[in-house]
Protein backbone atom coordinates (compact mmCIF):
# COMPACT_ATOMS: atom_id res chain seq x y z
CA UNK A 1 0.00 0.00 0.00
CA UNK A 2 1.28 3.40 -0.83
CA UNK A 3 2.99 5.61 2.01
CA UNK A 4 1.13 9.26 2.36
CA UNK A 5 3.38 11.84 4.02
CA UNK A 6 2.46 14.86 5.07
CA UNK A 7 4.22 17.81 7.70
CA UNK A 8 1.84 17.18 10.39
CA UNK A 9 -0.72 14.93 11.25
CA UNK A 10 -3.48 15.82 13.82
CA UNK A 11 -5.31 12.94 15.35
CA UNK A 12 -8.82 13.94 16.24
CA UNK A 13 -11.24 15.80 14.86
CA UNK A 14 -12.91 17.51 17.83
CA UNK A 15 -12.51 21.25 19.25
CA UNK A 16 -8.47 21.13 19.73
CA UNK A 17 -7.65 19.40 16.57
CA UNK A 18 -9.77 21.68 14.68
CA UNK A 19 -8.38 24.92 16.15
CA UNK A 20 -5.16 24.10 16.30
CA UNK A 21 -5.38 23.02 12.41
CA UNK A 22 -6.55 26.10 12.08
CA UNK A 23 -3.61 27.86 13.93
CA UNK A 24 -0.98 25.58 11.58
CA UNK A 25 -2.62 27.25 8.97
CA UNK A 26 -2.75 30.59 9.81
CA UNK A 27 0.89 30.42 10.62
CA UNK A 28 2.11 28.98 7.73
CA UNK A 29 2.17 25.40 8.04
CA UNK A 30 -0.62 23.75 5.29
CA UNK A 31 0.87 20.06 4.39
CA UNK A 32 -1.45 18.93 7.61
CA UNK A 33 -4.08 16.14 7.35
CA UNK A 34 -6.80 15.57 10.73
CA UNK A 35 -7.66 12.30 11.39
CA UNK A 36 -11.06 11.34 12.78
CA UNK A 37 -12.17 8.34 14.06
CA UNK A 38 -16.24 9.54 13.20
CA UNK A 39 -17.38 10.15 10.36
CA UNK A 40 -18.15 13.75 11.58
CA UNK A 41 -16.02 16.56 12.90
CA UNK A 42 -16.67 17.57 16.48
CA UNK A 43 -15.72 14.86 18.99
CA UNK A 44 -17.84 14.80 22.00
CA UNK A 45 -19.00 18.52 20.78
CA UNK A 46 -22.45 17.30 18.81
CA UNK A 47 -25.89 18.88 19.00
CA UNK A 48 -29.00 17.42 19.43
CA UNK A 49 -32.23 18.36 17.29
CA UNK A 50 -35.51 17.15 18.23
CA UNK A 51 -39.54 17.60 18.45
CA UNK A 52 -38.24 21.11 17.78
CA UNK A 53 -35.39 20.77 21.32
CA UNK A 54 -31.93 22.00 20.70
CA UNK A 55 -30.08 20.30 23.05
CA UNK A 56 -26.18 20.46 23.65
CA UNK A 57 -25.03 17.50 25.79
CA UNK A 58 -21.00 18.98 25.80
CA UNK A 59 -20.28 22.98 25.86
CA UNK A 60 -22.87 24.83 24.55
CA UNK A 61 -21.75 28.83 25.14
CA UNK A 62 -18.47 30.59 24.26
CA UNK A 63 -17.21 33.53 26.47
CA UNK A 64 -15.91 36.10 23.95
CA UNK A 65 -14.44 38.33 23.10
CA UNK A 66 -11.40 36.37 24.26
CA UNK A 67 -7.57 36.98 22.98
CA UNK A 68 -7.07 33.49 21.04
CA UNK A 69 -11.00 32.14 20.66
CA UNK A 70 -12.81 35.34 18.88
CA UNK A 71 -10.03 35.74 16.19
CA UNK A 72 -10.46 31.88 15.66
CA UNK A 73 -13.47 31.69 14.90
CA UNK A 74 -13.58 35.03 13.18
CA UNK A 75 -10.94 33.35 10.32
CA UNK A 76 -13.12 30.56 10.25
CA UNK A 77 -16.18 32.31 9.29
CA UNK A 78 -17.84 30.73 12.94
CA UNK A 79 -21.30 32.67 13.47
CA UNK A 80 -22.11 33.54 16.90
CA UNK A 81 -24.60 35.73 18.68
CA UNK A 82 -24.78 37.06 22.32
CA UNK A 83 -26.75 34.79 24.66
CA UNK A 84 -30.05 36.45 27.00
CA UNK A 85 -28.38 39.16 29.28
CA UNK A 86 -29.55 37.04 31.94
CA UNK A 87 -27.13 35.13 30.80
CA UNK A 88 -24.56 36.33 33.11
CA UNK A 89 -27.03 35.41 36.59
CA UNK A 90 -26.03 32.05 38.70
CA UNK A 91 -27.97 30.64 41.52
CA UNK A 92 -27.05 28.27 43.85
CA UNK A 93 -29.29 25.84 45.82
CA UNK A 94 -28.72 25.81 49.29
CA UNK A 95 -30.70 25.08 52.91
CA UNK A 96 -33.78 24.19 50.28
CA UNK A 97 -33.83 27.55 48.76
CA UNK A 98 -32.86 28.76 45.56
CA UNK A 99 -29.88 31.80 45.99
CA UNK A 100 -28.85 34.42 43.17
CA UNK A 101 -25.56 35.83 42.71
CA UNK A 102 -25.32 38.56 40.22
CA UNK A 103 -22.31 39.26 38.46
CA UNK A 104 -21.39 42.51 40.88
CA UNK A 105 -20.28 42.88 44.11
CA UNK A 106 -23.83 42.92 45.19
CA UNK A 107 -22.88 39.24 45.06
CA UNK A 108 -21.49 39.82 48.22
CA UNK A 109 -24.95 40.09 50.04
CA UNK A 110 -26.42 37.05 48.83
CA UNK A 111 -27.35 34.93 52.07
CA UNK A 112 -25.27 32.12 50.32
CA UNK A 113 -23.76 31.76 54.08
CA UNK A 114 -23.97 32.84 57.45
CA UNK A 115 -23.32 36.35 58.54
CA UNK A 116 -19.95 35.61 60.21
CA UNK A 117 -19.14 33.45 57.52
CA UNK A 118 -19.06 36.41 55.35
CA UNK A 119 -17.49 38.75 57.71
CA UNK A 120 -13.87 36.28 57.97
CA UNK A 121 -14.27 36.48 54.16
CA UNK A 122 -14.43 40.11 54.45
CA UNK A 123 -10.66 39.66 56.04
CA UNK A 124 -9.27 38.26 52.98
CA UNK A 125 -7.03 40.88 52.39
CA UNK A 126 -5.58 40.25 55.58
CA UNK A 127 -4.80 36.51 55.55
CA UNK A 128 -0.90 36.46 55.45
CA UNK A 129 -0.64 32.29 55.69
CA UNK A 130 0.90 30.79 52.86
CA UNK A 131 0.11 27.53 51.05
CA UNK A 132 0.90 24.72 53.13
CA UNK A 133 1.94 22.54 50.18
CA UNK A 134 3.15 23.55 46.31
CA UNK A 135 -0.15 21.97 45.12
CA UNK A 136 -3.29 22.37 47.43
CA UNK A 137 -6.25 21.62 47.28
CA UNK A 138 -9.18 23.72 45.85
CA UNK A 139 -11.02 23.46 49.32
CA UNK A 140 -8.06 23.60 51.17
CA UNK A 141 -7.28 27.05 48.74
CA UNK A 142 -10.25 28.79 49.39
CA UNK A 143 -10.84 27.41 53.13
CA UNK A 144 -7.67 29.17 53.77
CA UNK A 145 -7.74 32.55 52.33
CA UNK A 146 -11.43 32.98 53.23
CA UNK A 147 -12.44 30.92 56.28
CA UNK A 148 -13.86 27.50 56.03
CA UNK A 149 -17.53 28.38 56.11
CA UNK A 150 -17.39 30.11 52.68
CA UNK A 151 -14.23 28.55 51.33
CA UNK A 152 -16.22 25.41 51.38
CA UNK A 153 -19.19 26.88 49.66
CA UNK A 154 -17.09 28.75 47.07
CA UNK A 155 -14.92 25.99 46.16
CA UNK A 156 -17.91 23.45 45.88
CA UNK A 157 -19.85 26.11 43.58
CA UNK A 158 -16.36 26.18 41.66
CA UNK A 159 -15.55 22.89 41.38
CA UNK A 160 -19.34 21.44 40.56
CA UNK A 161 -19.56 24.56 38.04
CA UNK A 162 -16.30 23.54 35.66
CA UNK A 163 -15.63 20.14 36.62
CA UNK A 164 -18.65 18.00 38.26
CA UNK A 165 -15.33 17.40 40.62
CA UNK A 166 -14.34 16.83 44.22
CA UNK A 167 -12.86 20.21 45.60
CA UNK A 168 -11.24 18.57 47.91
CA UNK A 169 -9.31 16.40 45.35
CA UNK A 170 -9.34 19.15 42.38
CA UNK A 171 -5.83 21.22 42.27
CA UNK A 172 -6.76 24.91 43.22
CA UNK A 173 -3.33 25.95 40.81
CA UNK A 174 -4.01 23.19 37.65
CA UNK A 175 -8.26 24.16 38.33
CA UNK A 176 -7.78 27.82 38.60
CA UNK A 177 -4.43 29.36 37.76
CA UNK A 178 -5.73 32.93 37.53
CA UNK A 179 -7.35 32.47 41.19
CA UNK A 180 -4.09 31.31 42.15
CA UNK A 181 -1.55 33.74 40.62
CA UNK A 182 -3.62 36.85 42.78
CA UNK A 183 -2.30 35.54 45.69
CA UNK A 184 0.73 34.92 44.11
CA UNK A 185 1.26 38.45 42.75
CA UNK A 186 -0.18 40.45 45.50
CA UNK A 187 -0.30 38.31 48.77
CA UNK A 188 -4.31 38.18 48.64
CA UNK A 189 -7.22 36.99 46.20
CA UNK A 190 -8.83 41.00 47.05
CA UNK A 191 -5.60 42.67 46.53
CA UNK A 192 -4.62 40.99 43.40
CA UNK A 193 -8.08 41.79 42.03
CA UNK A 194 -8.04 45.25 42.53
CA UNK A 195 -4.49 45.86 40.95
CA UNK A 196 -5.55 43.57 37.76
CA UNK A 197 -7.96 46.09 37.56
CA UNK A 198 -6.29 49.40 37.88
CA UNK A 199 -4.53 47.99 34.72
CA UNK A 200 -7.07 46.71 32.92
CA UNK A 201 -7.04 48.01 29.18
CA UNK A 202 -9.74 51.30 28.94
CA UNK A 203 -12.45 49.61 27.00
CA UNK A 204 -11.83 45.98 27.40
CA UNK A 205 -14.84 44.35 27.13
CA UNK A 206 -15.86 41.72 29.50
CA UNK A 207 -16.16 37.97 28.35
CA UNK A 208 -19.91 37.02 27.83
CA UNK A 209 -21.84 34.06 26.66
CA UNK A 210 -22.35 33.64 22.81
CA UNK A 211 -23.96 30.94 20.85
CA UNK A 212 -22.70 29.31 18.22
CA UNK A 213 -25.55 29.65 14.99
CA UNK A 214 -26.86 26.14 14.63
CA UNK A 215 -25.41 24.85 17.54
CA UNK A 216 -21.68 23.34 18.50
CA UNK A 217 -22.11 20.94 15.29
CA UNK A 218 -22.53 23.49 13.03
CA UNK A 219 -19.34 25.07 14.40
CA UNK A 220 -17.51 22.29 14.76
CA UNK A 221 -18.30 21.33 10.57
CA UNK A 222 -18.19 25.19 9.82
CA UNK A 223 -13.99 24.80 11.27
CA UNK A 224 -14.04 21.80 8.73
CA UNK A 225 -15.18 22.87 6.08
CA UNK A 226 -12.77 25.69 6.96
CA UNK A 227 -9.83 23.25 6.08
CA UNK A 228 -10.96 21.62 2.83
CA UNK A 229 -9.39 18.24 2.28
CA UNK A 230 -7.28 18.26 5.41
CA UNK A 231 -9.78 17.12 7.54
CA UNK A 232 -10.38 13.04 6.91
CA UNK A 233 -13.45 11.83 8.56
CA UNK A 234 -13.87 7.55 9.29
CA UNK A 235 -9.75 7.38 9.47
CA UNK A 236 -9.19 5.17 12.76
CA UNK A 237 -5.47 5.40 14.12
CA UNK A 238 -4.13 1.99 15.65
CA UNK A 239 -0.90 3.17 16.55
CA UNK A 240 1.99 6.09 16.44
CA UNK A 241 5.39 4.82 15.88
CA UNK A 242 8.60 6.66 16.12
CA UNK A 243 11.13 6.03 13.03
CA UNK A 244 14.55 7.22 11.63
CA UNK A 245 12.56 9.95 9.94
CA UNK A 246 9.55 11.46 11.80
CA UNK A 247 6.41 9.21 12.74
CA UNK A 248 4.83 6.23 11.09
CA UNK A 249 0.34 6.23 11.85
CA UNK A 250 -0.80 2.91 11.28
CA UNK A 251 -4.84 2.71 10.28
CA UNK A 252 -6.79 2.66 7.02
CA UNK A 253 -3.77 3.35 5.45
CA UNK A 254 0.09 3.66 6.39
CA UNK A 255 0.69 7.55 6.89
CA UNK A 256 4.41 9.33 7.68
CA UNK A 257 4.72 12.29 9.30
CA UNK A 258 7.32 14.93 10.31
CA UNK A 259 5.22 15.69 13.43
CA UNK A 260 1.95 14.70 15.25
CA UNK A 261 -0.26 16.50 17.16
CA UNK A 262 -2.59 14.16 19.51
CA UNK A 263 -5.50 16.40 20.06
CA UNK A 264 -7.69 13.45 22.01
CA UNK A 265 -7.97 12.49 25.30
CA UNK A 266 -4.78 11.12 26.80
CA UNK A 267 -6.62 7.94 27.89
CA UNK A 268 -7.55 7.48 23.90
CA UNK A 269 -3.82 8.67 23.45
CA UNK A 270 -1.97 6.27 25.83
CA UNK A 271 -2.36 2.97 23.76
CA UNK A 272 -1.81 4.56 20.66
CA UNK A 273 1.98 5.90 21.91
CA UNK A 274 2.17 2.82 23.84
CA UNK A 275 5.65 2.86 26.30
CA UNK A 276 5.91 5.51 29.29
CA UNK A 277 4.52 8.02 27.90
CA UNK A 278 1.32 5.83 27.43
CA UNK A 279 1.56 4.32 31.19
CA UNK A 280 1.93 7.92 32.61
CA UNK A 281 -0.95 9.10 30.27
CA UNK A 282 -2.86 6.55 31.19
CA UNK A 283 -2.93 7.70 34.57
CA UNK A 284 -5.40 10.69 34.03
CA UNK A 285 -8.49 10.90 36.11
CA UNK A 286 -11.93 11.72 34.60
CA UNK A 287 -15.41 12.15 36.16
CA UNK A 288 -18.49 10.45 34.48
CA UNK A 289 -21.42 12.49 34.09
CA UNK A 290 -24.95 12.18 32.44
CA UNK A 291 -26.61 15.12 31.11
CA UNK A 292 -30.24 14.64 31.01
CA UNK A 293 -32.27 17.38 28.85
CA UNK A 294 -35.71 18.12 30.30
CA UNK A 295 -38.94 20.22 28.63
CA UNK A 296 -42.21 21.02 27.83
CA UNK A 297 -44.60 23.48 28.30
CA UNK A 298 -43.53 27.07 29.50
CA UNK A 299 -46.84 26.84 31.38
CA UNK A 300 -45.97 23.75 33.29
CA UNK A 301 -42.28 24.67 34.64
CA UNK A 302 -41.21 28.25 35.26
CA UNK A 303 -37.52 28.23 34.93
CA UNK A 304 -35.37 31.40 36.77
CA UNK A 305 -33.95 34.27 34.81
CA UNK A 306 -30.57 33.16 34.36
CA UNK A 307 -27.23 30.56 33.32
CA UNK A 308 -28.80 28.08 35.64
CA UNK A 309 -28.14 26.91 39.10
CA UNK A 310 -25.36 24.91 41.23
CA UNK A 311 -26.84 22.30 44.38
CA UNK A 312 -25.12 22.93 47.16
CA UNK A 313 -22.48 20.68 49.06
CA UNK A 314 -25.05 19.55 51.81
CA UNK A 315 -28.18 18.51 49.82
CA UNK A 316 -26.54 14.84 49.21
CA UNK A 317 -28.42 15.30 45.45
CA UNK A 318 -27.05 13.19 41.94
CA UNK A 319 -27.68 16.47 40.45
CA UNK A 320 -25.05 19.10 40.17
CA UNK A 321 -26.07 21.52 38.12
CA UNK A 322 -28.99 22.94 36.03
CA UNK A 323 -28.47 24.68 32.81
CA UNK A 324 -31.69 27.09 32.11
CA UNK A 325 -31.05 26.62 28.23
CA UNK A 326 -34.16 28.18 27.05
CA UNK A 327 -33.84 31.12 29.14
CA UNK A 328 -30.89 32.61 28.08
CA UNK A 329 -30.97 30.82 24.96
CA UNK A 330 -34.32 30.56 23.95
CA UNK A 331 -33.95 29.17 20.27
CA UNK A 332 -33.34 26.11 22.00
CA UNK A 333 -36.85 25.36 22.61
CA UNK A 334 -39.65 25.29 20.10
CA UNK A 335 -41.89 28.46 21.06
CA UNK A 336 -44.28 28.47 24.24
CA UNK A 337 -41.85 25.51 25.83
CA UNK A 338 -38.99 25.34 28.22
CA UNK A 339 -35.88 23.22 28.23
CA UNK A 340 -33.13 22.61 31.05
CA UNK A 341 -30.05 20.70 30.84
CA UNK A 342 -29.63 18.46 34.13
CA UNK A 343 -25.64 17.69 34.80
CA UNK A 344 -25.74 14.81 37.46
CA UNK A 345 -22.89 12.66 38.95
CA UNK A 346 -19.72 13.83 38.51
CA UNK A 347 -16.52 12.86 40.68
CA UNK A 348 -18.57 12.67 44.29
CA UNK A 349 -21.12 10.90 42.62
CA UNK A 350 -19.81 8.65 39.49
CA UNK A 351 -22.17 5.68 40.35
CA UNK A 352 -25.25 7.51 38.56
CA UNK A 353 -23.86 7.06 34.89
CA UNK A 354 -24.47 3.20 35.94
CA UNK A 355 -28.19 3.68 36.59
CA UNK A 356 -30.21 2.62 34.33
CA UNK A 357 -32.51 5.40 32.30
CA UNK A 358 -36.12 5.11 34.39
CA UNK A 359 -33.53 5.67 37.55
CA UNK A 360 -31.78 9.07 36.16
CA UNK A 361 -35.06 10.31 35.13
CA UNK A 362 -37.04 9.57 38.33
CA UNK A 363 -34.14 10.87 40.21
CA UNK A 364 -33.75 14.35 38.18
CA UNK A 365 -36.96 15.33 38.25
CA UNK A 366 -37.58 15.15 41.62
CA UNK A 367 -34.97 16.93 42.30
CA UNK A 368 -35.62 19.39 39.99
CA UNK A 369 -38.83 19.90 41.30
CA UNK A 370 -37.38 20.51 44.60
CA UNK A 371 -35.00 23.04 43.46
CA UNK A 372 -37.37 24.79 41.56
CA UNK A 373 -40.91 24.29 43.89
CA UNK A 374 -42.98 23.73 40.87
CA UNK A 375 -43.53 19.98 39.41
CA UNK A 376 -40.69 19.36 36.79
CA UNK A 377 -42.37 16.27 35.03
CA UNK A 378 -41.29 16.94 31.31
CA UNK A 379 -43.08 16.08 27.67
CA UNK A 380 -39.46 16.01 26.58
CA UNK A 381 -36.14 14.07 27.81
CA UNK A 382 -32.83 13.00 26.33
CA UNK A 383 -30.15 11.46 28.40
CA UNK A 384 -26.51 11.09 27.04
CA UNK A 385 -23.88 9.74 29.51
CA UNK A 386 -20.55 10.93 29.20
CA UNK A 387 -17.91 8.08 30.09
CA UNK A 388 -14.89 8.42 31.24
CA UNK A 389 -15.91 11.81 31.30
CA UNK A 390 -15.15 15.19 32.43
CA UNK A 391 -11.04 15.50 33.39
CA UNK A 392 -10.04 15.66 36.72
CA UNK A 393 -7.09 17.84 37.48
CA UNK A 394 -6.44 16.39 41.02
CA UNK A 395 -3.49 17.71 43.26
CA UNK A 396 -0.45 16.16 41.52
CA UNK A 397 -1.81 17.03 38.09
CA UNK A 398 0.54 19.57 37.78
CA UNK A 399 3.52 17.19 38.01
CA UNK A 400 1.90 14.71 35.90
CA UNK A 401 2.04 18.00 33.50
CA UNK A 402 5.89 18.27 33.96
CA UNK A 403 6.74 14.45 33.69
CA UNK A 404 5.00 14.19 30.23
CA UNK A 405 6.80 17.46 29.37
CA UNK A 406 10.04 15.73 30.50
CA UNK A 407 8.99 12.42 28.12
CA UNK A 408 8.22 14.67 25.32
CA UNK A 409 11.04 16.36 24.85
CA UNK A 410 12.97 13.15 24.44
CA UNK A 411 10.07 12.27 21.47
CA UNK A 412 10.83 15.43 18.99
CA UNK A 413 7.90 16.43 17.12
CA UNK A 414 5.17 14.71 19.44
CA UNK A 415 2.47 16.81 20.93
CA UNK A 416 -0.15 16.59 23.39
CA UNK A 417 -3.62 19.10 23.53
CA UNK A 418 -7.00 18.88 24.30
CA UNK A 419 -8.99 19.60 27.30
CA UNK A 420 -7.12 16.97 28.82
CA UNK A 421 -3.94 18.93 30.00
CA UNK A 422 -4.59 22.81 30.62
CA UNK A 423 -8.20 23.73 30.42
CA UNK A 424 -11.63 22.20 30.01
CA UNK A 425 -13.51 24.55 28.60
CA UNK A 426 -13.62 26.27 24.83
CA UNK A 427 -11.87 29.16 25.14
CA UNK A 428 -9.04 27.05 27.10
CA UNK A 429 -8.37 24.57 24.13
CA UNK A 430 -8.03 27.47 21.68
CA UNK A 431 -5.31 28.87 24.07
CA UNK A 432 -3.68 25.57 24.11
CA UNK A 433 -4.02 24.92 20.16
CA UNK A 434 -2.50 28.34 19.72
CA UNK A 435 0.60 27.00 21.65
CA UNK A 436 0.79 23.94 20.05
CA UNK A 437 1.38 25.73 16.33
CA UNK A 438 3.74 27.91 18.03
CA UNK A 439 6.08 25.16 18.56
CA UNK A 440 5.38 23.64 15.42
CA UNK A 441 5.42 26.92 13.30
CA UNK A 442 8.42 28.19 15.26
Known amino acids: MPQTSVQVAVVGGGLAGLFTTSELIRSGVEDILVLEKAPEPGGVIRTIQRDGYMLEPAAGTLLLPHPHLSPLLERTRVKVRPAEPEAGLRHVYTRGRMVSLPTSPRAIFAPLVPFTAKLRG ?5 VRTGPGSPDESLDSFLRRRVGSGLGRMLAWVAASGVFAGDPTR ?30 RSPGSSRPMSHLPEGGMTALAETLARSLGDRFRGGFEVNSIIRGPSGWLLEGAEPIRADRVVLAVSPRVAAPLVGGDLGLSLAQSVNAPVVVVGLGGPAGSVQLP ?16 GILFESSYAPSRAPEGHHLAKVIAGGAVRPDVADWGDDQVLETVIKEMTRVLGSDATPSFTEIIRHVPGIPQYQVGHLSWLGELDRMLAGMPGLHLTGWGYRGVGVA ?15
Not at 122 to 126: D, G, I, N, R
Not at 305 to 320: C, L, M, N, Q, Y
Open 170 to 199: LSAAACFPSLTALEEEAGSIVRGGLRRLRH
Open 428 to 442: HVASDAVSVARQIAG
Open 122 to 126: ALEPF
Open 305 to 320: AGFGVITGPDESFATR
